[in-house]
């Protein structure tokens, strides 16, 4: 059962545009939810988080909107630049939990 | 550098085997978790430990098992490998895993053949 799902596989988008990462989730216990990015060989290292009670939380080129009634998360990256180029991975997190549950990542690519 | 460490980087070894990985957390960090990623997969989530004891645990097969010692490192023991145990084994640490998630180790990669 995939608690938090990312459908799109990849993305590929021109530096300098906007990308747009999605993400849905089914567990209405959820209640922060995180952005993670990921370089091969590296671990992932967190981006962004923001708290069910909100419906966006912004960090420079980072934004990330929250739409409890639709259960979708989304990420704006913008203007986009090749390093951001890597594995963007969302999760979440239950009420009073610590446990972080994954979706599968999304490859970006960011072409110059 | 992340902070948490994770040893041995790569990790080659044949089926039936029994390997050791371990994690040094993120100084002053009590928990430590351990996820799994497959290849294209995500990274699942396989135990947690705080301060010495086990807090969670998730999809984490019989075969493996894990601890936290007093200083707080952990060990993740892989036994009777098979080939699909091949996979990336991340460490992570928080202090505040809801705000600002975790800090995860580098990985080890193991290969199973």
Redesign the interface.
């Known amino acids: 059962d995939q608690q938090?799902k990312?459908n799109s596989p990849s993305l590929s988008v021109q530096e300098g545009r906007i990308s747009i990462l999605n993400c849905d989730y089914t567990n209405s216990m959820f209640d922060?939810f995180?952005w993670?990015k990921k370089y091969p060989?590296?671990?992932?290292?967190?981006l962004i988080?923001i708290?069910s009670i909100k419906d966006k939380n912004e960090d420079g080129r980072f934004t990330v909107f929250l739409n409890k009634s639709a259960k979708h998360l989304s990420l704006h990256i913008v203007p986009s630049q090749p390093g951001d180029s890597a594995v963007y991975?969302c999760?979440a997190?239950e009420t009073s939990?610590?446990?972080?549950?994954?979706?599968?990542?999304t490859q970006l690519t960011v072409n110059p | 550098d992340?902070g948490?460490t994770q040893t041995p980087k790569h990790l080659i070894t044949a089926t039936g085997q029994r390997v050791t990985l371990r994690c040094s957390p993120r100084s002053g960090d009590l928990?430590v978790?351990w996820?799994q990623q497959s290849l294209?997969?995500?990274?699942?989530?396989l135990i947690?430990y705080y301060n010495g004891e086990e807090?969670?645990k998730?999809n984490i097969l019989e075969r493996f098992s894990a601890q936290q010692f007093p200083d707080l490192h952990s060990e993740l023991n892989l036994s009777s490998l098979e080939l699909g145990d091949s996979a990336l084994y991340?460490c992570?640490s928080?202090v505040a895993?809801?705000?600002?998630?975790?800090?995860?180790?580098?990985?080890t990669r193991l290969t199973v053949v």
Do not use: I, K
């Not at chain 2, 895993?97 to 990985?107: D, I, K, L, N, V």
């Open positions: 938090v990312q922060y995180l993670y060989a590296e671990g992932p290292t967190f988080s708290s991975f999760a997190v939990g610590s446990r972080l549950t994954f979706g599968e990542g | 992340s948490v928990s978790y996820y294209d997969q995500g990274l699942q989530f947690q807090r969670a998730g991340f992570a928080s895993p809801r705000e600002y998630g975790y800090t995860f180790g580098s990985g």
